[in-house]
């Protein structure tokens, strides 16, 4: 099989393990990382160590399958490798199988459906005119994320066919474009069957994960939950959708802690607690060494008088420095400057237990907490400088613009520079699903466990962003019947998670920090404290700001060009102590195949008001209305379809749920 270049961040966001990938030798399904541990090459790089993202919060949002802290890393490029287009690191095995000879003039008006070689032992070329197939378009899943070939010979001679016909090719037949007219049929027992009847009629799916290594991908030792296959075509968007985590770093992020976990990772990982590292440095104090007062001096410091200051630094320069690699030792330095400044081992201390603690259940609202009041709360202008010394993280000016939408002010302030880490945690396959059934797909963890750690293939990028807000002369949106209705379904949710057996009738799947607390313990249960916070996403302050980010993005996309996929969202609604909540949106590009990273969204922000008109003038009236605002409610009473409110799911973090249009105006007073 030929090789096909592609951008490292195109297996994080569309095609990671399990996807299929139309090559240019036909389709192919991506293999998993495991992969990347049998290259010669990239293992004398030192991966995956050599290639860690050092991002200690992201790491506490995701599941350690096998009970350790979790890792991320990049994914090596060619050039990074000084390899050329022809070398390739992601390998990938056949699917489907069954290829489809559409020559009707060699065989009779009709196509043939064949085996793939390697399967019986059989060429590539049709038995009939010995033309070439291609690959089969239709497949089997399962929402337990299996996907297997369709058993075509079954279907049409049942489970015991002869062996004169499995030796003979399937006719393919076609006299219309519905699936009902498409006829199967064996040339040796006259046996046929309508492509319909097969749709309706799957078989309890194999449980065969094409995606694995060798013989393993081609096992088929059944489905743990014994469900009904699915058939789709092949192409068929459902049957690979990623499952990711993100963060966006911000200003009131500790810096000690990001230090602790770039420069120690291998102590933290070893359970090394504070206490036994202090009592190493105060041995060296105690014996009389002086690590201490020389790396002081040599960087310019005055040296501490603090007796557990001395004890940590000496602990730093007599133990740690020595595993440290030396193109970071300006970081250790940085590290010292910033304990002796503070003149106490506190922060330090707390940094180092959080992060020895791994993630928790509540890693998830602590993490959107801290995005939310680095990016609304913190002073202006703010840079935060990259840890490792080049350039920044973030960056963002004393700024602001404001636009009039309805009865309500919107403020806008540019963020001229934001990173991202995003980390890929596996794939569905399947739609949303049945949300009366509770029937979502289950994910498939693409973790790969080497040198003792739990891995995730993660993406580090930088771009720009806008951070939306509401004025401090409108602080809410107007509340009335929508909002009553939303507010409703927020408080049934929170009170069935409380009961003994929730129903879950609304998936906890949906809703991020609950997501991520469940995959951190399965047997978890909000508090009635933070109920509310966990199923953020059903709260209405939350929906207002989500349905009108996806206006906000329509309407740039109309007036500038942009597409809206390459436009990405974050949706904060966070409570007060005193009960109230407080919102806020910010769009952003990041560089990873979207566009506009050039200054290109912050510069749009003078014609705010002209957006805001659009959203106006275009959100209000739906092109489907009336069927649009007086669609039956499922299990929320969300409004909005394709043609007014829904926008691309690569830049809908929330799976276009959630949403409201007549929410929105009627929180604009409109």
């Known amino acids: 099989m030929g090789t096909q270049p592609m951008r490292t961040t195109q297996l994080i966001f569309t095609h990671g393990p399990g996807s299929i990938l139309e090559t240019v030798d036909g389709p192919a399904v991506v293999r998993t990382w ?16 050599t290639f860690e993202i050092h991002e200690a919060r992201l790491s506490h949002l995701l599941p350690p399958p096998h009970g350790l802290r979790s890792r991320l890393h990049w994914i090596p490029s060619n050039a990074e490798l000084s390899k050329n287009d022809g070398w390739y690191s992601i390998r990938s095995n056949i699917f489907p199988y069954w290829l489809l000879c559409n020559r009707a003039a060699n065989h009779g008006g009709g196509g043939s459906v064949l085996y793939m070689q390697g399967q019986q032992g059989r060429g590539s070329n049709c038995p009939d005119c010995g033309e070439r197939g291609s690959a089969i378009r239709f497949v089997a899943y399962c929402t337990d994320g299996h996907m297997d ?64 290594p060798g ?19 092949r192409q068929s968007t459902i049957l690979w959708q990623s499952m990711s985590q993100k963060v966006i770093s911000v200003p009131l992020e500790s810096g000690v802690n990001k230090l602790i976990s770039t420069l120690f990772p291998t102590r933290l990982r070893s359970g090394e607690g504070f206490d036994e590292l202090l009592a190493d440095g105060r041995l060296h104090v105690d014996a009389g060494r002086t690590k201490h007062e020389d790396i002081c001096i040599e960087i310019g410091l005055t040296v501490p008088e603090n007796e557990d200051v001395k004890a940590l630094i000496e602990w730093i320069e007599g133990y740690a420095r020595r595993d440290v690699s030396n193109h970071l030792h300006h970081l250790l330095n940085r590290l010292i400057e910033k304990i002796v400044g503070e003149g106490d081992i506190g ?31 913190s002073p202006r202008p703010n840079e935060v400088e990259n840890e490792s010394g080049r350039g920044y993280i973030f960056w963002m000016e ?102 003994e057996a929730p129903s879950q009738r609304v998936p906890w799947t949906l809703f991020r920090s609950a997501r991520t607390a469940a995959s951190t313990d399965p047997d978890w249960r909000p508090s009635q404290q933070k109920s509310p916070e966990f199923f953020a996403e059903s709260h209405p302050l939350f929906v207002w700001w989500h349905t ?5 993005i329509r309407a740039i996309q109309a007036e500038t060009g942009y597409s809206s996929a390459a436009i990405a969202e974050r949706i904060y ?63 929320l009473p969300d409004i909005g379809c394709y043609a007014c409110t829904l926008n691309p799911e690569t830049s809908c973090e929330h799976r276009n749920m959630f949403l409201d249009r007549l929410l929105l105006f009627e929180g604009a007073g409109i």
């Open 398 to 499: 004393d700024e602001q613009t404001t636009g009039i939408f309805g009865n309500l002010r919107i403020k806008a302030e540019p963020i001229q520079k934001l990173r991202t880490v995003t980390a890929l945690t596996g794939y569905t396959r399947g739609a949303v699903g049945d949300l009366e059934a509770n029937a979502l797909p289950n994910p498939v963890d693409v973790s790969h466990h080497i040198h003792g750690d739990d891995w995730y293939a993660a993406n580090e990028a930088y771009g720009e962003g806008v951070l939306l807000t509401l004025d401090v002369e409108t602080p809410h949106p107007e509340r009335h019947q929508r909002w009553a209705d939303w507010e409703s379904s927020h408080n049934n949710i929170c009170e069935d998670a409380l009961r």
């Open 149 to 212: 070939d369709i058993n075509w010979r079954n279907f049409i001679c049942g489970g015991e066919a002869t062996p004169a016909c499995k030796e003979s090719h399937i006719n393919w037949r076609e006299t219309d474009a519905s699936m009902q007219g498409v006829t199967l049929s064996c040339p040796n027992c006259g046996e046929q069957v309508r492509l319909g009847d097969v749709a309706n009629n799957m078989r309890r799916c194999t449980g065969r994960r094409p995606e694995l």
């Open 347 to 377: 922060e330090f201390q707390e940094e180092w237990n959080r992060l020895l603690g791994g993630g928790t259940v509540d890693s998830a609202i602590d993490s959107y907490r801290m995005e939310f009041s680095g990016l609304v709360d």
């Open 34 to 49: 495991e992969c990347l541990n049998e290259s010669v090459e990239i293992q004398g790089r030192g991966f995956p160590e």
């Open 215 to 233: 013989d393993a991908g081609m096992q088929r030792p059944g489905c743990a939950n014994q469900l009904r296959a699915k058939l789709t075509q």
């Open 573 to 635: 609604a966070v409570p007060e102590r005193d009960g109230s909540w407080r919102g806020a949106l910010v769009l952003y590009v990041t560089d990873g195949g979207m566009e506009g990273t050039l200054g290109g969204l912050t510069s749009l922000l003078p014609n705010l008001q002209i957006f805001l008109n659009r959203v106006l003038t275009e959100g209000h009236i739906c092109s489907n209305d009336p069927l649009c605002e007086e669609a039956p409610s499922r299990l």
């Open 548 to 552: 009108f980010s996806h206006h906000l």
